[in-house]
């Protein structure tokens, strides 16, 4: 999609008129708009420094986004879908964010020091169709928090990656590992790095389309609120 510039006239939703102005309105863009614009205005300029001293362009954004979003399409994530992310600050944990922001897929914030009791609440609580989170950091495997949810994930027969089939979290079909090692530690599940390549969707998925209004995201502010 273009970059193009939507006005909300007054008549049509009063809380975004912010004068009495009749030729001046309150402008909109969705995320992928927005995402396209400051990449094309400045494509060279730092956007994100990541702790390590790593730096993203608003143009490197923009591109790793598309990527991305792309790829999820072509995985099957639709318009309101909900997909958690349990990984703590990185660069792929932001691209993430804005990949799915861009196509109307609903991001669901969680901590990844969660206990096992509280991911299984939220997962379900949000219907969440697709998981974020590392296979192992510091010594701690995050996977074996789903074994534990789900004692049937080691199952061949349910853990096809794109397609789990998990009894207890029924609508989760995806889980996207951030690994060190580039490789995901468990077949059923995506590595990162596979939705950051651009051979995985061999062509282009019609967007859905996004308004300002659609959901973004969802924060809880304790596990159960």
Not at 37 to 61: R, S, W
Not at 66 to 89: E, S, T
Not at 125 to 134: D, E, S, V
Not at 190 to 213: A, I, T
Request: charged share 25%; proline share 3%; aromatic share 10%.
């Amino acid at each position: 999609p273009k970059p193009t510039d939507r006005v909300i006239h007054v008549d049509e939703k009063l809380s975004y008129a912010h004068s009495t102005s009749t030729e001046k309105h309150y402008i909109i863009s969705n995320t992928n708009e927005m995402l396209d614009e400051m990449a094309a205005k400045y494509p060279n300029q730092t956007c994100f420094i990541f702790a390590n001293n790593q730096k993203l362009t608003f143009g490197d954004v923009r591109n790793r986004t598309r990527i991305i979003a792309q790829n999820l399409l072509h995985m099957g994530f639709k318009k309101g879908d909900f997909l958690g992310i349990a990984v703590d600050n990185s660069y792929q944990t932001v691209i993430l964010f804005l990949a799915c922001a861009s196509i109307g897929v609903v991001s669901v914030l969680l901590n990844e020091k969660y206990k096992v009791f509280e991911f299984e609440h939220l997962l379900k609580k949000t219907n969440a169709k697709g998981l974020f989170i590392r296979d192992e950091k510091d010594g701690k495997n995050y996977l074996d928090i789903i074994r534990k949810i789900c004692p049937d994930f080691d199952d061949e027969a349910n853990n096809v990656k794109g397609d789990l089939k998990l009894a207890n979290l029924p609508e989760l079909r995806h889980i996207i590992t951030l690994s060190a090692s580039g490789k995901s530690s468990f077949a059923g599940c995506w590595n990162f790095d596979e939705l950051h390549d651009n051979r995985m969707s061999q062509s282009d998925h019609e967007w859905p389309n996004v308004d300002m209004d659609d959901k973004l995201m969802i924060v809880f502010t304790v596990c159960f609120t």
